[in-house]
């Protein structure tokens, strides 16, 4: 996937564990799980808007692009 | 205790359930005779057994047509008729026979298709299930409505195919006075059109799963 979800890093530099973000935001720790581990297919406005303001971000923040060649 | 919730996809389950219950039960008979029939048939007092072929009425297997030899009774109100001609007649001949060996060609077409058609039903059956299990588009069921798709159409295309051969073979090797009978051809439309319409089924059902995973995926 050309874009890559950087919610492990986010959550180490927040101190903030998966289970206590699934609570505050009120997403499955599943469906969490899959944002984390770059599994997603899409992204709800809904869900990012939610996940910057529990972790007082910017999408940016959470989201980068990486072009395919970076992997090599 | 739960209470299951009947539906019309639980009661189509049950009904297949039963057609796959029969459908082994028929299989394991058939099974046996085939085994049986060498030796019943080569006893002192040997036992026939039945060898039923489709025939065409007429010297055409495709398209059977028969001219009829008549006698007109009456003049019906000024209409004339002329040329009566028996078309599309099919029938079924039963014969007996003391070769096993023919009778074993016969049973085991049938064995093959009634194998085929079994392992159809236990595909849909399955299909049934996850629809029952509320996810009728699991990965899984696009392959099975193609496979159902495909034994439909080989049973459909090969099966009048083996039963023309062994027609004329069977029509060979007997003369029957006053009547012309060949070896029918005859492909059913609507099974043709049923094996294609689980091909569509499947591209749709393809479709619709990658539409879920999607929506699984995203959060």
Redesign the interface.
């Given at each position: 996937m050309a874009i890559e979800v950087k919610l492990d890093l986010l959550l180490v530099q927040r101190k903030m564990s998966l289970t206590e973000l699934s609570e505050r935001v009120g997403?499955t720790l599943s469906?969490?799980s899959?944002?984390k581990t770059n599994?997603?297919?899409?992204?709800?406005f809904s869900?990012l808007a939610a996940l910057c303001r529990e972790l007082d971000c910017q999408p940016g923040d959470l989201l980068e692009h990486r072009s395919t060649e970076d992997r090599f | 205790m739960a209470v299951r919730r009947w539906s019309s996809t639980r009661a189509v389950k049950v009904w297949l359930d039963v057609v796959l219950m029969l459908g082994g039960l028929a299989t394991l008979v058939l099974l046996v005779w085939a085994m049986a029939a060498p030796i019943v048939m080569s006893l002192e007092e040997p036992i026939p057994a039945d060898l039923s072929v489709a025939v065409a009425i007429g010297p055409h297997s495709a398209l059977p047509r028969m001219p009829l030899q008549f006698e007109e009774i009456g003049d019906a109100g000024g209409a004339r008729f002329h040329r009566p001609r028996l078309v599309w007649g099919y029938g079924e001949l039963r014969t007996e026979t003391f070769s096993w060996r023919l009778h074993f060609v016969g049973l085991g077409f049938h064995l093959i298709a009634l194998l085929a058609t079994l392992w159809a039903i236990w595909n849909l059956r399955q299909v049934v299930k996850t629809a029952l299990a509320g996810e009728p588009f699991a990965p899984a069921n696009s392959h099975r409505l193609r496979r159902i798709g495909f034994i439909i159409l080989t049973v459909t295309l090969v099966a009048p195919l083996i039963e023309y051969q062994l027609g004329r073979y069977l029509l060979e090797q007997l003369s029957i006075e006053g009547l012309t009978l060949s070896p029918a051809l005859r492909f059913s439309k609507d099974w043709l059109l049923g094996g294609l319409l689980f091909l569509v089924l499947a591209s749709i059902f393809r479709h619709g799963t990658g539409l879920e995973?999607?929506r699984a995926?995203?959060?």
């Open positions: 997403i469906n969490l899959i944002l599994k997603a297919r899409a992204i709800r869900t | 995973e999607e995926l995203t959060v």
